[in-house]
């Protein structure tokens, strides 16, 4: 396929934010502001090109492995997550290592331009070698440093206005650990590329749209194969949120790529499939917990919440450039052929068989797995609900006896 990689990359970094958010308490758009300090600094050194965007690649998903190490690392022992809480501050050196050496391992199939091998791994170094390492800043990359700079820098600011009178504090912040946490050269770095009018576009509602001003969209061909490792490691960082919502993701992917194939689509469609699969739940991570995991039927208000997730889904993946016909198929999953599915009532001739397939899948899944509230049901139950559901024209009827006459998906 040929997509832009970093808008992917993107779309995964508000994922973060949404997961890190309820679990730990990080501020929103922190991914992309730590992305936007980080190309503008780089600049001042000369990268450019390819450099330039593996750099945001890294920045954007420098924090990809933090929430499972917390999750394993806090909650592993918890029946319910909401009975504890983590701020950023009880995290150990040491788990920071930790969370570091599974970040670089997750990224390891990215497709990088340029080298950027230990970039993740030691991206919470501290200049004077007091980090998870020991490493002083003379060993450590110089992007781990950029990255290490501007992610310690808008922790400090915490989301604030970023207006003259936190730029005068976030400047003692940076003169107080020059040459403790920050080398000198990153520090210059900094002040070359902030003033307090550059620093004020960091708390700007605007901020995405700065960062691509840097790192203009650019589509490359893709693998399947390096698709699917993202969405995988995509499926990975939703699984600390919700583990239900990841195994069911995984699930419609094998079922919706599977139903493809019996109806005898080549191995391209059937790839597109199971990234639409994957994925077609992402907008999953803008509900909480307490609706997503919760063990007993919905109320109204909560289920009309639920329902925003579609909506969700469709405005996340329409962040990637090339990815449009993978966002409609993930997206109108909960669409029906009379008009009544959401989030946009479309109708039946509106929707292609593709989007009808994973309509189907969703629920096949849905139906036949294990929820916090129910058992799974076997094939033949489940196919009479899809059944009725297809004489109610919600769903198709041919894709419905494809399934229906199938025994394994």
Known sequence: MEIDIIGLLSAFSFALDCVEAELIHVTSNHGKRVAYMSVCMAEKMGVSDDALRDLAACALLHDNALTQYINEEFYSDISNIDTLKVSSDDITPRQLGMHCIYGEKNLEKYPFKTGVKDVILYHHEEADGSGPFEKKWTEVPLFARIIHFSDMLDAFCKAQKFDEDVFNKAVHFIEKNKDKRFDSEVTKMFFDAFDKDEFSRLGDEHIEEYFWEKVPCEKSFYSFNVLKDLADLFAK????????????????????????????????????????????????IAIGNEILEKPARLTDEEFAKMKNHAGYTYMILSKVDGFEEIRDIAAFHHERLDGSGYPFGKMADELTTLQRIMACADIYQALTEKRPYKDGMNHDKACEILKDMADKNWIDKNITEVICHTKEL
């Open 237 to 284: 960082i939703i699984d600390y949120k919700s583990e239900f919502t990841s195994r069911h993701s995984l699930g419609v992917a094998r079922t919706a790529s599977k139903i493809s194939e019996i109806m005898g689509y080549d191995k391209v469609i059937c790839d597109k499939m199971y990234l639409a699969g994957t994925l077609h739940d992402v907008g999953k």
